[in-house]
Structures are given as structure tokens and as C-alpha cells.
């Protein structure tokens, strides 16, 4: 018989630069079985996105609709465009004891804390990992390296990573991005303990 406990969310965020997507890339590729929980956004698909694959491409109006109907655990407006994540991507499979990924921004990350302090489930299974570059020189070093960033725009990333890194102390994990593979398999190991944890168990375990 299988035992029927609680899944986890895991709320990864980190910087612009940090190598975010290729760490949650990896960390899927390792763990076949996570749910990636599907964020809707206002902002137009890169090419090669796929509506409800990458994200849930929906215009302004539709995102204020679904802001109105409290569909959201956490909105956050992030340069001119919104995102947002579905209660119904994370509620009801942690219950069913899968594990769900977000890759969310610190704003998003820090409302959902909120969010769990009145609410018992997501208190139970979110765990916050901050993912951080080894130095903030190794960071400016990786956005100057990338070719399509103006100097202007590259400023206004190292301040807001900045700002964004200052909030390490409210995550319960710091992952360093010095290597990738490691970085990954820090993140896997997060994700697997929290598979033992006890407050996962249902209340009559082994009874
Ligand atoms: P991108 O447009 O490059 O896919 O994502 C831009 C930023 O938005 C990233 O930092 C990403 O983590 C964040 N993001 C993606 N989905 C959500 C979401 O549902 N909520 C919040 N708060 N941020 C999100």
C-alpha cells in the first residue's frame, strides 16, 4: 500500500542573470515526476512558447477578471507585464501528494508567504529557495555578457537584483549558482527531503 502524504511546493526565485530557467531546466530533467505549476502572464509568447506549456498566455482583461474571481495565490506585476499562479495548479495536487515547482519572483515568492501565515496547508508545504550567484561581480560579469542588453537596461537589472538578493533571509534555502549540475542536484535534494518530512504523514500513519 502507498502512503498518502502530503506533496510540497517548491517556490524557486532568483535574480535576472542567475540562470534561473537553466537550474529549473536541469532540476526537471533530474526529476521527471515534478509538476511544473503553469503561471499565467499578460506578456506576449517567445517563439517557441507554447500556450499552457510554458505559461497560460491571457490578455490584461482576463488576468483583472481572474484577479477579481481570486483565482490567484500570488500576482505580481513584473516590468509592464503581469504574472500570476493559479490556486488551482498547487492547492489541490499538493494534497494529492505531488510535489509542484514554481519558478516565481521574489514579490510573488513573498506574498505567498504572507499568504501561508493564514493559511495552514501552504504553511505545511511551501519551502522557498533563493537561487544565488557566487558574487554579485560574478552576476554583473553574466548580464554584461549578454549581447541584447543595452547599459541601461543592464544598471537597472543589477539594481533590482540587488534589491531582490536583500530578501535571502526570509527563503528557507540558499542555492549558490556556481555550477550548474550542482546547483541542480542542491535543488533535487531540497525537494527530496522534504518527502520525509512528518508533517507530511496523515495522522493515523502505521496505525
Ligand atoms: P519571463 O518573462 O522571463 O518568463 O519571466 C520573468 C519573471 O517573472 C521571472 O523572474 C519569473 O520567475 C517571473 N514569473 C513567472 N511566473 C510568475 C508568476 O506566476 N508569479 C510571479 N510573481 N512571477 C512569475
Redesign the pocket.
Known sequence: MQIKRLGSAII?????GVG??TVCGKVRSRMPELKF?I???T?QP?EG?VDGV??YFISKDEFEKRIANNE?I???R??D?I???LAGEVIGRVKAGEDVF????????L?IQAAAEQNELLKKVCEFVMLAPPSLEILEQRLRSRASDSAEQIEMRLAKARSELSFYKKYNYVVINDDLETAAADVESIIRSQRSRTDHLPEDFLQ
Open positions: 524557486v526565485s532568483g535574480p535576472s534561473k530557467s505549476s503561471s499565467c502572464t506578456r517567445r512558447e510554458h505559461y490567484f500570488e500576482y505580481a513584473v516590468f507585464n504574472y500570476g499562479t514554481l519558478d516565481i519572483d521574489v514579490q510573488g515568492a506574498q
